[in-house]
T-cell receptor
Framework: DTGVSQNPRHKITKRGQNVTFRCDPI?????LYWYRQTLGQGPEFLTY????????KSRLLSDRFSAERPKGSFSTLEIQRTEQGDSAMYLC?????????????????FGPGTRLLVL | KNEVEQSPQNLTAQEGEFITINCSYS?????LHWLQQHPGGGIVSLFM???GKKKHGRLIATINIQEKHSSLHITASHPRDSAVYIC?????????FGQGTRLTINP
C-alpha cells in the first residue's frame, strides 16, 4: 500500500454513460497526476495538478474528459459520454514537489488504479 | 518511434538466473525511473536515477546519460520477481513510460 487510494477499483458502464473516478493522494503531497494504461502498454500521461491548479493536460484528454482537484487534496476524473475506446486502467499518482527550479525530481507514488470497461 | 524503448518485451528465466532489462530513450531527461507493476495494476517505484548506479537488495539500476541508456539488473532471480518492469523518463514534470517488460521467473 503506497498511501494513494483510488475508487472505485473497477467500473463497468455502457457506452454513452458518464463515469467519475476519485483519487486520494498522500496527504502532504502537493502534486497529483492522472495516467491511463491500456492492455499491454505502458501508462500514458493525462494531466497533473499542483495543489488545486491544473498545470498540464495531454492532447489525449479530449473534451469529454475533465479533472478537478478543488481543495488541493483529492481529485476526480470524469469521462462524459463514454466510448469503448475509453476502456483502460486509470492510474493516479502523487508526489511532493519542493518548488526548486531545476531541482531533483521527486518519486511518484501510484494508487492501485481504476479499471474501466465500457460495453 | 516511442521516446522510451524497452527490451526485451517478454523475458522468461529460471530461478537464480541473472536478469537484465534494457531501456533507451531519445530525449534529454532529468531523471530515469524504474517501476514494477504486478498483476492487478499496482505500480511501485523501484529507482529514480539521473547518473551512475543504484542498488537496492538484489536490484541494480544503471544509467549512461551520454548513450541515453539504462539497465535494470536482478541478481539471484526468484519467482516473486515475476512482474512487468517499466522504465520512464521524467523531463519537466510528467513521466513518459516505456511499454514494459514482462518478466516470468520459473521455479
Amino acid at each position: 500500500d503506497t498511501g494513494v487510494s483510488q475508487n472505485p477499483r473497477h467500473k463497468i458502464t455502457k457506452r454513452g454513460q458518464n463515469v467519475t473516478f476519485r483519487c486520494d493522494p498522500i496527504s502532504e503531497h502537493n502534486r497529483l497526476y492522472w495516467y491511463r494504461q491500456t492492455l499491454g502498454q505502458g501508462p500514458e500521461f493525462l494531466t497533473y495538478f499542483q495543489n488545486e491548479a491544473q498545470l498540464e493536460k495531454s492532447r489525449l484528454l479530449s473534451d469529454r474528459f475533465s479533472a478537478e482537484r478543488p481543495k488541493g487534496s483529492f481529485s476526480t476524473l470524469e469521462i462524459q459520454r463514454t466510448e469503448q475506446g475509453d476502456s483502460a486502467m486509470y492510474l493516479c499518482a502523487s508526489s511532493s514537489h519542493r518548488g526548486l527550479a531545476g531541482g531533483p525530481r521527486e518519486t511518484q507514488y501510484f494508487g492501485p488504479g481504476t479499471r474501466l470497461l465500457v460495453l | 518511434k516511442n521516446e522510451v524503448e524497452q527490451s526485451p518485451q517478454n523475458l522468461t528465466a529460471q530461478e537464480g538466473e541473472f536478469i537484465t532489462i534494457n531501456c533507451s530513450y531519445s530525449v534529454g531527461i532529468s531523471a530515469l525511473h524504474w517501476l514494477q507493476q504486478h498483476p492487478g495494476g499496482g505500480i511501485v517505484s523501484l529507482f529514480m536515477l539521473s547518473s551512475g548506479k543504484k542498488k537496492h537488495g538484489r536490484l541494480i539500476a544503471t544509467i549512461n546519460i551520454q548513450e541515453k541508456h539504462s539497465s535494470l539488473h536482478i541478481t539471484a532471480s526468484h519467482p516473486r520477481d515475476s512482474a512487468v518492469y517499466i522504465c520512464a523518463h521524467q523531463g519537466a514534470q510528467k513521466l513518459v513510460f516505456g511499454q514494459g517488460t514482462r518478466l516470468t521467473i520459473n521455479p
